[in-house]
Every structure is written in C-alpha cells, then in structure tokens.
C-alpha cells in the first residue's frame, strides 16, 4: 500500500527548534510533489509550501516563508518541515500529502500534533 | 493569486441531497482543475472529487463534482445523504506552485 507515515506528536517550548518527518513507501518518492498543510486547532486547511524530492525543488506559500523549512532526504524517502524558534501561534496539526500529476492530493500522512506552550 | 471561497455550514436531512459550493475570486475556475476532500474529525483529508469530476475509486457514487464557468464556481453534490457523511469538505485548486484551499464547509445531517 503506498503511503505516508509522520513522525509522532510534540510537545516544546516557545524558543525551541522542531524538525518533522515524512515517510514516503511503495512507491517512487522521487517523482511526485509532497507538501505540508497546517491545520490549526478548529480551523481549515493551510499549504505551506511544496517540495519535489527528485531535484529538491522547493515553493513556499507566501504566509510561511521566512518561518519554515522544508526539505527532503530522497535516499531515505522522507521529507521534513522544521522550525528555528517555534512560537505558540505554532500548536497546529501538520499533514504531508503527495501530489498526483493532476494536482490531486491523492495520498495523505496520518498527521503530526505540534504543541507549543511555556 | 486567487481565493477559493466556501460557505461555513450547510444542513440537510438523511435521504436529501445537499449541494457545497466553491467560488474563485479572480481567474477562471476551469484555469486549474478542482478537487474536492472530506475531513472527518480526528482524521487526515480523503478525496472524494478529483480533477473536476472525477471520482476516486472506493468513493460512492452519491458524490458527484462539477464546474460553472458563469458563477466561476465548482461544486460539490451528494445525493441520498447518509449520516456517515457528516464532516468537513475543503475544496482545492493550484496557483503559481501551491496549493490553494477553500475555507472548508462543515456538512451536518441531522
């Protein structure tokens, strides 16, 4: 089954730098798009920004730029979404989805919970 | 850049069918094909409309997608409503390498 698989939930401090993971499977992770979305708590879905694995291509959303980093790790299959100095207004949930050929987000992460709070 | 914009709540009864809409504020609608997920609470979003109108397998077909070029709206249509398909609907689209997402309408049927 091809999927994604996120690293677990998260509790840090204001301050603290974070780093989350994205594990692609079954299929080849080089040739299709993954991005993140922030859901914050009660509220809709956010992208922030794309990533094509295969060269490390790399779009952020205007919003997120500046705030986060995303990379990939095409050796392992995994794509990461990481924080210099996480802030409160930080706490969401935060999926990867893969991006089919016709902009469809056809495959989506379990989901990550990021807690911020002194 | 563009703005999809979906109403925040929509009712209807069990057997009845509800119609969500999905309206871009500048740019044509069919410039960039539109999909259309479904979000249960505590889980990550599903398709259940790709590429305008296109259904994912496994995806009953109650659900049914469409574009209107004079409203510059896409919609999303369910028929034969079923309690199971109480949930959040975000409807998506792309723009200058990001994904654009609609506000999101919350379904209930009651």
């Known amino acids: 089954e091809v999927q994604l698989v996120q690293s677990g939930a998260e509790v840090k401090k204001p301050g603290e730098s974070l780093k989350i993971s994205c594990k692609g499977s079954?299929?080849?992770?080089?040739?299709?798009?993954i991005g993140w979305v922030r859901q914050m708590p009660g509220k809709g879905l956010e992208c922030m920004g794309i990533?094509?694995?295969?060269?490390?291509?790399?779009r952020y959303s205007p919003s997120f730029q500046g705030q986060v980093t995303i990379s990939a790790d095409k050796s392992i299959s995994t794509a990461y979404l990481e924080w210099r100095s996480l802030k409160a207004s930080d706490t969401a949930i935060y999926f990867c989805?893969?991006?089919?050929?016709?902009?469809?987000?056809?495959?989506w992460g379990q989901g990550t919970m990021v807690t911020v709070s002194s | 850049n563009f703005m999809l914009t979906q109403p925040h709540s929509v009712s209807e009864s069990p057997g009845k069918t509800v119609t969500l809409s999905c309206t871009r504020s500048?740019?044509?609608?069919?410039?960039?094909?539109v999909q259309w997920y479904q979000q249960r609470p505590g889980s990550a979003p599903t398709t259940v409309i790709y590429?305008?109108?296109?259904?994912p397998s496994g995806v009953p077909d109650r659900f049914s997608g469409s574009i209107d070029s004079s409203s510059n709206s896409a919609s999303l249509t369910i028929s034969g409503l079923k309690t199971e398909d109480e949930a959040d609907y975000y409807c998506q689209s792309y723009d200058s390498s990001k994904w654009v997402f609609g506000g999101g309408t919350k379904l209930t049927v009651l």
């Open positions: 590429e305008d109108n296109q259904r």
């Open positions: 990533i094509y694995p295969g060269d490390s291509d790399t």
């Open positions: 500048s740019g044509s609608i069919a410039s960039n094909y």
């Open positions: 079954r299929y080849s992770f080089t040739n299709y798009w």
């Open positions: 989805a893969r991006q089919d050929d016709g902009y469809n987000l056809d495959i």
